[in-house]
C-alpha cells in the first residue's frame, strides 16, 4: 500500500493527462499519473495538429513528456486502476499493481474507446487507410480517392468536409435509408452515394478495397467514417451514477458535480483530438490547484462560476 496522499491522482497518460501533470507539477503538486498504455490513437502510431510534434510518434511524444516531467514531484505508475470513489476529504484509487492510493483530488482522463462497424477487415486497417478524423489523417492521403462509410453513423459532414483533401469522395451507407436532410446536404456537397451493402473491407494497392454483398469491388486510397465511442468510466461507476463524465462536467476547466472529481480529455467536454485534449489538461490542472487553494485558504480566491447546463 502506498502511503503517501497526493494532491491528485491522474488517470490516463495521453496529452490530457500529461499536460494536467505538467500544469499541477509546476504548481508544487505532489501528482501521481496512472497510465494503462492502450490508448485510443496507438492505432494511428502518429499525431499531428500539434505545434512541435506534427508528425511526432506517439511512443515517442509520450517519452520526451515523461522526460520533462521528471523536473517536478511526478510519478509515474504503468498500471490500471480499478475503482476512485471519495472518502471524505480524500479520494481512495485503487489500482491493479499499485493497491490502494489516497489522493486529495482526481483528474480522470482516461479517454473512451472507438467502436468500429462490424465489418471483416475493418479492424486491421483501423489507423492505416481506415481513419476518422480528416484534420489528424486527411493531409496524407489528400488527392485520393475517398469513400465515406455512412451505414453505422451518418457522416455526410465528413464527407462534405474531405472535398477540402480530394475531390473524389463516394458514401457507402450499406443499405442504410438516408433521410432527406442527409441526402440533400450530400448532393450540395457533389458527392456520389452507393447504397449497396458493404460485407468486407481489405487492403489495396491503392489503400482499401471494398467488397459489396453483389461480390462487386471497389477501391480507394482512403474509407473515413465517424465511429460509435464508449466513454472509458468503469472505474468510477459507483461513484460517477451517470452514463459519462461529460454529463457532469460543470465547467469548462473540467470540474464536475462530484467534489474532487475532475475531468480532461475525451471524456470532456471538447473535440477529441491531441491538441484539445492538451488543453483541457492544462485547465483541469489549473483548476485543481486553484480549488486545492481554497481549500487550504479559504476566502483567498473567488468561487469559480456557476455550472454549465447540464447535457
Not at 1 to 21: E, K, R
Request: aromatic share 6%; glycine share 10%; charged share 25%.
Amino acid at each position: 500500500m502506498d502511503t503517501q496522499l497526493y494532491d491528485t491522482v491522474i488517470v490516463g497518460g495521453g496529452p490530457a493527462g500529461l499536460n494536467g501533470a505538467l500544469y499541477l507539477g509546476r504548481s508544487r503538486r505532489r501528482v501521481l499519473l496512472i497510465d494503462s498504455g492502450d490508448a485510443r490513437n496507438m492505432a494511428a502510431g502518429v499525431m499531428h495538429n500539434v505545434l512541435t510534434n506534427d508528425g511526432a510518434t506517439i511512443a515517442d511524444f509520450r517519452a520526451r513528456s515523461r522526460a520533462q516531467l521528471a523536473a517536478y514531484d511526478v510519478t509515474f505508475r504503468d498500471d490500471e486502476v480499478l475503482s476512485a470513489e471519495p472518502d471524505g476529504d480524500h479520494v481512495v484509487v485503487t489500482a491493479k499493481e499499485s493497491g490502494t492510493l489516497r489522493a486529495r483530488t482526481v483528474l480522470y482522463a482516461a479517454g473512451v474507446r472507438s467502436v468500429l462497424p462490424p465489418i471483416p477487415g475493418l479492424a486491421d486497417l483501423w489507423g492505416s487507410t481506415v481513419l476518422e478524423c480528416p484534420y489528424c489523417h486527411a493531409w496524407e492521403v489528400r488527392d485520393r480517392s475517398f469513400a465515406v462509410y455512412g451505414g453505422a453513423e451518418p457522416g455526410e459532414c465528413l464527407a462534405a468536409t474531405l472535398t477540402v483533401w480530394s475531390d473524389r469522395i463516394t458514401y457507402l451507407t450499406d443499405r442504410r435509408e438516408l433521410p432527406q436532410d442527409e441526402r440533400d446536404r450530400l448532393t450540395a456537397a457533389g458527392v456520389p452515394v452507393v447504397s449497396d451493402g458493404v460485407s468486407e473491407v481489405k487492403p489495396h494497392a491503392e489503400g482499401v478495397e471494398v467488397v459489396f454483398e453483389d461480390g462487386r469491388t471497389a477501391s480507394y486510397g482512403a474509407l473515413f467514417l465517424h465511429l460509435g465511442i464508449e466513454p472509458r468510466v468503469a472505474p468510477l461507476r459507483p461513484w460517477l451514477q451517470a452514463p459519462d463524465l461529460e454529463s457532469v462536467q460543470t465547467d469548462e476547466r473540467g470540474r464536475t458535480s462530484l467534489p474532487r472529481l475532475y475531468v480532461a480529455g475525451d471524456l470532456g467536454r471538447n473535440m477529441q483530438q491531441a491538441a484539445m485534449a492538451a488543453a483541457s489538461g492544462g485547465l483541469a490542472g489549473m483548476a485543481i490547484n486553484a480549488d486545492l487553494i481554497r481549500e487550504d485558504r479559504p476566502g483567498s480566491l473567488p468561487e469559480p462560476p456557476p455550472p454549465l447546463p447540464a447535457r
